[in-house]
């Protein structure tokens, strides 16, 4: 199992998002995600939180909150846990990703953009300040066909 960060940054109501095109043989490809990426082999969650913002976006963060890990189980790709984090405060100016195309997206509509299905409970859970949370989601292919929160079941 992979260890991955990812982080949604917020300033005025929206979210500051990574649509992910030009990867090749990207599982997120296409989809709208947050910003974050891989551990390196010595890092904390923080860390690669840190660096990753810094590579991907050209911006540091001063302000944020662990939010979660959310452990992905899927019959195509690696397993992984995902630690999850938001973000209110930063400097810095925004830089190109080579990963996708980086937009500040109002939070209301980012819900009706591309993403995996269970970004929406893990979302919710972080908007609604839900104490430190473990989420297990488990997928066929692109469907969402388990997600259990600690310890309990949560959907199917």
Not at 112 to 124: A, N, V, Y
Request: charged content about 30%; glycine content about 8%; aromatic content about 12%.
């Amino acid at each position: 199992m992979k260890n991955t960060t990812l982080c949604y940054i917020e300033r005025d109501g929206c979210y500051l998002l990574l649509h992910r095109v030009k990867k090749k043989n990207d599982l997120n490809h296409n989809k709208w995600v947050g910003i974050g990426g891989k551990f390196e082999e010595t890092e904390s969650p923080e860390e690669c939180l840190l660096r990753e913002t810094r590579e991907e976006t050209g911006l540091t963060l001063t302000s944020w909150r662990y939010c979660g890990i959310v452990t992905f189980v899927s019959d195509r790709w690696e397993g992984e846990y995902m630690h999850l984090f938001h973000a209110d405060g930063f400097e810095g100016k925004l830089i190109d990703c080579n990963e996708g195309v980086l937009e500040w997206i109002p939070k209301e509509r980012f819900h009706s953009l591309p993403q995996w299905e269970g970004d929406e409970i893990f979302l919710r859970l972080m908007e609604q300040h839900e104490p430190f949370f473990s989420l297990k989601l488990r997928y066929r292919g692109d469907e969402l066909i388990e997600a259990i929160l600690n310890g309990r079941q949560a959907l199917k």
